[in-house]
């Protein structure tokens, strides 16, 4: 029988199991890595706890084989609890390795796959590092699958257990234990034996109702928890809210913004009529009301959605460990700002680009210990990741003491594979030299490994940063290392943006991407191969008139008027925006146009302005990639 057909009206109770595990997993992952730089006796203490919750969890779901699995990493965090085992490299990557099987299996359990996994292999592995070689041999794969079975005096949940009246779990006081069930095949009792190492005592009855607690039906938990003797226990300082309601109220926050900006245009109109001030008091004090609260309120809706970029960096603390080891190569990360917050929606977008930069930092950035070694560096390399708050901006830097990029080289490989010809190789600056790197087929790699070397991974990264409307900057110096900037917009509801003028047309276009703005003369535009180029900083721009793009009729117009170009990023590539006019910066909500328009090339939506019009959003990156220029 599927196993989920025993959970049928517990659809609430398994949502809550995925979300604690992926928390607790993370966590799991951190304190490995950290075990091995020689943490305290309270890392190995939080380890213990997330294998002996995911025991028990499982257990109660029906899910035997997990439940097996953190039964056997249990026992084994048991041994270094007691000082019997020392957490050797060996002992934390099979733990890894057990926390990255909770990840696919926590996969299969939200996809609803019922499945029978082979873990003998790993449980057996594990079974190795606790008892040794010796010990191992003698206990077959089957006994160990089957070990659950001869628990003695352990308290389990059965398939008859039931919620109680409050929608919650059973304590595992209440809970009917297990019958003992005799096995002359079975392991030796010392592997369940009860035990209270005084650094690592199990739960306490307190600590498993909060456990059990995170199962509940729920859907808001309480501000505390009670325990036994009454007074309250740690406070539960967060509540899951569910998204779609979220999302409601955050069109309910951009509609109330649009209301403040309309009030705020009223109020300035009527003050230009000259009406007497008295008569204007009352409105006065009401638009400053309602801007302050408004403002609070969207503040407050955008943090709710906020989540701190640490969730990324535990993940790619582990590669870092099994990719440095695996290449011979001594590296450490340094992760600085962890708790810098950005949207929920940019979260999981910028963890694949971050892996692969740092990869790509380790695996032929940071040179191997012999070659630092005879270059008077440190044996042991460092990536530095960095994340900080910019204005309405996130800046994240991936940075190695490594052997740098060499430019010229990029430029030979680019020739080599066809990808630029030796005039534009003359043409080139030195950044635009650098920038090769995120060409595809372009790779530093000296050979290909089943890591870098292909040339797609920085190709990958572009993309990623450039669907975000970010900015990416290279910074390397040969020998010494390398930088790698990305900037990229805190919240993508709404946004800061400069409103243009293209003759009558407005146009909105978001602060993340503008660098400067500057009047342009006609001197200053020129062609080249048929395309419009400006002059920026010592480097030619590609332009974009946008009264061209958006066929915006021109006749009778003045081609000599004022013209103003708006330099924008994409990624690590700049470009000259052509407009008519600067009206200033406002703050805009992000609204769909609908499914009749559908998605237009350069436009990311619309807002609706103070004076009750809407105007249409630029999509940056979307406009330079339809207009050839990316």
Known sequence: M?????????????????????????????????????ADGEVVNRIFRAFHALKGTCGF?????????????????????????????????????????FSSFIGDVRERADKEYEIEPLIGKLHEARYGNEKHNEIEHSQ???????????????????????????????????????????????????????????????????????????????????????????????IRVDMERLENLMNLAGELALSRNQLGQAYANLLATKIPDGALDNLDQVNTSLARVTTEIQEGVMQMRMLPISSVFRKIN?????????????????????????????????????????????????????????????????????????????VIEVED???????????????????????EAGAMSYREKLNLIFKAGISTAAQVTDVSGCGV?????????????????????????????????????????????????????????????????????????????????????????????????????DEHSERYAVIVAVAEFRYALVVTGLKGQEEVVIKPLGQALGRIPGVAGGTIGADGLITIILDVSGLICHMGLG
């Not at 060499?406 to 680019?414: I, Q, Y």
């Not at 993340?512 to 200053?524: G, H, Y």
């Open 457 to 557: 991974g920085m190709d990958v990264v572009h993309t990623h940063i450039s669907k975000l409307n970010g900015i990416i900057d290279v910074d390397t110096k040969i020998g010494t290392g390398t930088r790698i900037t990305i900037k990229l917009p805190l919240a993508p509801a709404i946004v800061m943006g400069l409103r243009v003028s293209v003759w009558e047309e407005d146009y909105i276009i978001p602060l993340t991407s503008i660098i400067e703005t500057a009047k342009v003369m006609d001197e200053d535009l020129t062609k080249v191969e048929d395309k419009w180029v400006i002059r920026f900083q010592d480097s030619v721009v590609p332009a974009l008139f946008l009264d061209e793009w958006f066929l915006i009729e021109t006749i009778g117009k």
């Open 2 to 38: 599927n196993v989920y057909d025993n959970l049928l009206g517990m659809e609430e109770v398994l949502d809550e199991f995925i979300v604690e595990t992926v928390d607790l997993l993370e966590g799991v992952n951190e304190d490995l890595v950290s075990l091995e730089s020689g």
């Open 401 to 423: 003491d490594g052997s740098g990029v060499d430019a010229e080289k990029l430029v030979t490989k680019a020739l080599a594979e066809g990808v630029i010809n030796s005039s």
């Open 61 to 101: 779901l029906g899910f035997e084989q997990a439940k097996n699995l953190a039964l056997v990493a249990e026992d084994l965090l048991k041994q270094v609890c007691n000082n019997e085992l020392e957490p050797s490299g060996t002992i934390i990557d099979l733990l890894l390795e057990t926390s990255n099987w």
């Open 318 to 394: 582990q590669v870092v460990r099994g990719l440095s080891r695996k290449r011979g190569k001594q590296v450490q990360l340094e992760l600085i700002g962890e708790e810098t917050e950005l949207d929920r929606s940019v979260i999981e977008a910028i963890g694949d680009p971050l892996l692969r930069l740092v990869r790509n930092s380790v695996d032929h950035g940071i040179e191997k210990p012999e070659d630092r070694k005879a270059a008077g560096k440190p044996e042991q390399g460092t990536v530095i990741l960095r994340a900080s708050h910019e204005g309405n901006h996130i």
């Open 144 to 238: 160990l699958v089957g070990l659950d079975q001869s628990i003695d005096e352990v308290t389990t949940f059965g398939d008859s257990a039931e919620l109680d009246e409050n929608n919650k779990l059973p304590s595992a006081e209440e809970a009917e234990p297990a019958t003992k069930q005799e096995d002359p095949t079975s392991v030796d009792k010392s592997v369940i034996d009860d035990y209270q190492p005084p650094e690592c005592a199990p739960p306490s009855d307190s600590d498993e109702a909060t456990i059990l607690e995170a199962c509940s039906v729920a859907k808001e938990r309480p501000t505390t928890i009670q325990s036994k003797d009454g007074k309250p226990s740690q406070a539960v300082r967060t």
